[in-house]
């Protein structure tokens, strides 16, 4: 391969499209900790309490028609990154699904 293309050795692989990489002799460890707290201080949520599951899964969410109006990129930005992080560690699917 790099016969073909133009390569270079940067060292090992430790950050790669938001997924943290460990190596080591046991195997490799893939997490997302640092883009889940990127996330979380781009749309000013750092002081959020935790919850197992977001929200209660037998409610209805009806029309508000009373409400604020709803910043469309901001919101479209974070149901990205969620759907980013469902997409790219499926463990995550069913708490940013219920969302």
């Known amino acids: 391969m790099q016969g073909e293309f133009e390569?270079?050795?940067m060292?090992?692989?430790?950050?790669?499209?938001?997924?943290?990489?460990?190596?080591?002799?046991?195997?490799?460890?893939?997490?997302?900790s640092k883009y889940c707290k990127g996330i979380l201080m781009k749309f000013?949520?750092?002081?959020?309490k935790a919850a197992t599951t977001p929200m209660s899964t037998n409610c209805y969410l009806g029309a508000?028609?009373?409400?604020?109006?709803?910043?469309?990129t901001m919101y479209r930005g974070l149901i990205g990154s969620l759907l980013y992080l469902t997409a790219?560690?499926?463990?995550?699917?069913?708490?940013?699904s219920v969302c």
């Open 7 to 9: 390569m270079s050795m």
């Open 11 to 32: 060292g090992e692989l430790s950050l790669f499209l938001g997924l943290q990489i460990k190596q080591s002799k046991e195997g490799m460890f893939i997490c997302q």
């Open 44 to 48: 000013d949520m750092e002081a959020c």
């Open 64 to 72: 508000d028609e009373a409400g604020l109006e709803v910043n469309q």
């Open 88 to 96: 790219s560690i499926l463990d995550n699917i069913f708490v940013v």
